[in-house]
T-cell receptor
Framework: NAGVTQTPKFQVLKTGQSMTLQCAQD?????MSWYRQDPGMGLRLIHY???????DQGEVPNGYNVSRSTTEDFPLRLLSAAPSQTSVYFC???????????FGPGTRLTVT | SQQGEEDPQALSIQEGENATMNCSYK?????LQWYRQNSGRGLVHLIL?????REKHSGRLRVTLDTSKKSSSLLITASRAADTASYFC????????FGGGTRVLVKP
């Protein structure tokens, strides 16, 4: 199993550009989440999904969209990038029973 | 706002010593988890303790939970250089709320 994969690993955007961060998992987990981590801080939940076709907002959803058309994939879209979105983004998945979350390696995003 | 807050923010110990860090949270929980993050990497799950449990062990890790004080502690015994990392507590279930973490440096 590859676990949770994220692409790209690094990305530089200009203010106003849009892009999609990709996340995929091969563990058949129902739950998937997106977090951002700013320097020296913990993770903050952006959006999450409890299953295909179902998404909901987390703590800091503004400026981001998600969709969940399949169990495996959970892309995060930045609509119009802003310097405040410079961060490291982590995708995670878990089963609703075990709760243990499996994290991807992260995408380091810089917005200039 | 963050649900969990770790204390201390940073900890420096010698290899072989024990490392203890604490987590406080604000609202009632169903479970609490501890994660480790090595520099520049994703988080790795260490241990989960449910609200009806008081203590749990996993290898060199010991976690306690005091729901009356809304606090948890993580003890790493006989620390190794490889334990150098940031440690986070997180509540609750699949929609986790993380604290700011404790940065642990284990000096050889």
């Amino acid at each position: 199993n590859a676990g949770v994969t994220q692409t790209p690993k690094f990305q530089v955007l200009k203010t106003g550009q849009s892009m999609t961060l990709q996340c995929a998992q091969d563990m058949n987990h129902e739950y998937m989440s997106w977090y951002r981590q700013d320097p020296g801080m913990g993770l903050r939940l952006i959006h999450y999904s409890v299953g295909a076709g179902i998404t909901d907002q987390g703590e800091v959803p503004n400026g981001y969209n998600v969709s969940r058309s399949t169990t495996e994939d959970f892309p995060l879209r930045l609509l119009s990038a802003a310097p405040s979105q410079t961060s490291v983004y982590f995708c995670a998945s878990s089963s609703p029973i075990l709760y243990e979350q499996y994290f991807g390696p992260g995408t380091r995003l810089t917005v200039t | 706002s963050q649900q969990g807050e770790e204390d201390p923010q940073a900890l420096s110990i010698q290899e072989g010593e024990n490392a203890t860090m604490n987590c406080s949270y604000k609202t009632s929980i169903n479970n609490l988890q501890w994660y480790r993050q090595n520099s520049g990497r994703g988080l790795v799950h260490l241990i989960l303790i449910r609200s009806n449990e008081r203590e749990k062990h996993s290898g060199r890790l010991r976690v306690t939970l005091d729901t009356s004080k809304k606090s948890s502690s993580l003890l790493i015994t006989a620390s190794r250089a490889a334990d150098t990392a940031s440690y986070f507590c997180a509540t609750d279930g699949n929609k986790l709320t993380f604290g700011g973490g404790t940065r642990v440096l284990v000096k050889p």
